[in-house]
């Protein structure tokens, strides 16, 4: 059974920086396309940054140049780096996975983050 679970979320004033964490297991082949969305109170649940299994990423406009993401394909963990938060950036993040072969799409609970002005 896949399951991925997210960390590093917490409160921070703005300007702050987190790092968020996610590790995926129990996907035989490994995994393809890892993320981070993020849902904001009041807002749809959207895309911050992915990143394919051979480093390629795309990130969302509202954080280039602020948010940075990486993996460790040998430990199944994805990375968010974020830095100069800012209220706006306030919300639950979560990890999504999509196994390879299978192609299965798998969701964290996510983790919140809290930035105060």
């Known amino acids: 059974q896949v399951q991925v679970r997210e960390s590093g979320g917490g409160s921070v004033q703005a300007g702050g920086s987190l790092r968020l964490s996610c590790a995926a297991s129990g996907s035989r082949f490994g995994f393809g396309i890892m993320g981070w969305y993020r849902q904001r109170v009041g807002q749809q649940r959207e895309l911050v940054a992915t990143i394919t299994r051979g480093g390629s990423v795309d990130t969302a406009d509202s954080v280039k140049g602020r948010f940075s993401i990486s993996r460790d394909n040998d430990k199944n963990m994805v990375y968010l780096q974020m830095n100069s938060l800012t209220p706006e950036d306030t919300g639950v993040y979560l990890c999504?996975?999509?196994?390879?072969?299978?192609?299965?799409?798998?969701w964290g609970k996510g983790t919140q983050v809290t930035v105060s002005s």
């Open positions: 999504n996975v999509v196994t390879l072969v299978s192609l299965i799409h798998v």
